[in-house]
């Protein structure tokens, strides 16, 4: 059985696709299809969809996630009823909606949006992949090589969403065949992503948003790519790269089009702040270790909880551990105690990275300030047993 799993799956990766199947765009309301392939990937979804409310990685904060599902309904207007949003703790960028509606926002993909424009060009350009029934024009393009996929498992459908269950990004684990072969056919055309941000861009210009906010995002991408030395993605994690190209594409749209919107800026940070914390530690946990560095650069600059931005800088320079960066988390952390949320961690840290830097009395000072400030802190014992090792 795994042999011929393998074969499938590597028939299928190296599959040519002919020319471009073409497909109606989906009508609002559209109920269960009737077609015995698109009827394959609404099963497919299904059970997708099914792991993913399990997964237990749904972010528990109602509030949140009916915010996120307002700006959802906001930009896909009639179909609405039929897109069901899933905001998950995951520290990538991604977001993704299947052919039945199931759409997944990822904690990396909010984390580095600025504002609701930018969070609504992202879901647009899912919508308009949903609208246009990309996945089965994909599908029936590829008609031959898929009808071997139908013959495995579903379960890795859409780049793994659904299925997160272990590890800093929680995809679960599956033969290598068929996550070859999901990723190949879950991918997107050239063609069909240039569809995407333009129909996209229509959704979200006319829902109200500022059409320059929607190439800012790209922007941000490609400066942590360049900055990380980060190779593009492969399809199968990460379904809708950055390139210099869309980057362009975007800017001439928002340049032609006229209009004026809003960010909704406001709005976005009330939903989003009281989650930034959590989430700047799972990237760090994640080892992206220059990617928060370079995001957390452009927070600082933007202003909201300083104390809490610094803080986390301090630990990526604890973390990188490079020539210099003893000092420069030092300077971090003490810019954040300038500032009402800095966490009550970042004496304890500071007082870690002066110890490392042969600075003990002012480790004692910092520790014993983190002490007083966190008297029931769970550590409470190991930081007095620092202190006694101190001169």
């Not at 990766?13 to 471009?20: D, R, V």
């Not at 604890?318 to 003893?326: A, H, I, S, V």
Request: proline share 5%.
């Amino acid at each position: 059985m795994k042999s011929r799993r393998c074969s499938a799956a590597l028939i299928l990766a190296a599959a040519l696709a002919g020319c471009a199947a073409q497909v109606p765009k989906l009508e609002p309301g559209k109920g269960p299809p009737t077609e015995l392939s698109e009827q394959g990937l609404w099963l497919a979804s299904r059970m997708a969809e099914q792991s993913t409310a399990i997964s237990g990685r749904r972010i528990e904060d109602p509030a949140l996630e009916d915010y996120v599902a307002r700006v959802q309904c906001r930009v896909s207007t009639d179909y609405c009823p039929q897109i069901r949003v899933y905001t998950m703790q995951v520290p990538d960028f991604n977001a993704s909606m299947a052919p039945n509606g199931f759409a997944q926002v990822w904690t990396g993909l909010l984390l580095r949006v600025e504002n609701e424009a930018q969070l609504a060009t992202v879901l647009a350009h899912e919508t308009a992949h949903y609208i246009q029934r990309h996945t089965l024009e994909q599908f029936k393009t590829t008609r031959q090589t898929a009808k071997l996929l139908l013959a495995t498992q579903f379960g890795l459908l859409f780049g793994g969403v659904g299925v997160i269950s272990a590890g800093p990004v929680g995809f679960s684990t599956g033969a290598i065949s068929q996550l070859i072969a999901m990723g190949y056919l879950a991918s997107y055309s050239r063609e069909q992503e240039a569809e995407a941000d333009r129909i996209g861009f229509e959704l979200m210009t006319q829902a109200g948003y500022a059409p320059r906010e929607a190439a800012e995002i790209w922007a941000h991408l490609l400066e942590e790519q360049r900055e990380c030395d980060l190779p593009t993605p492969p399809a199968l994690f990460a379904s809708h790269p950055p390139s210099a190209e869309r980057l362009q594409t975007l800017r001439r749209l928002a340049e032609r089009s006229g209009k004026s919107g809003v960010t909704g800026r406001a709005d976005f940070l009330e939903a989003t702040l009281p989650h930034r914390g959590k989430w700047l530690r799972m990237e760090l946990a994640a080892r992206h270790i220059c990617r928060v560095r370079v995001l957390l650069e452009r927070l600082i600059d933007q202003g909201e909880n300083l104390g809490e931005l610094y803080y986390y800088q301090g630990e990526v320079y604890r973390l990188r551990g490079e020539q210099g960066d003893l000092e420069r988390a030092i300077k971090a952390y003490r810019n954040a105690l300038d500032y009402p949320a800095a966490p009550v961690e970042t004496q304890r840290e500071l007082g870690r990275v002066l110890w490392r830097a042969e600075r003990p009395v002012e480790a004692r000072r910092a520790f014993l300030r983190y002490l007083n400030a966190a008297q029931s802190a769970d550590d409470a014992a190991m930081i007095e047993a620092y202190l006694e090792r101190l001169p």
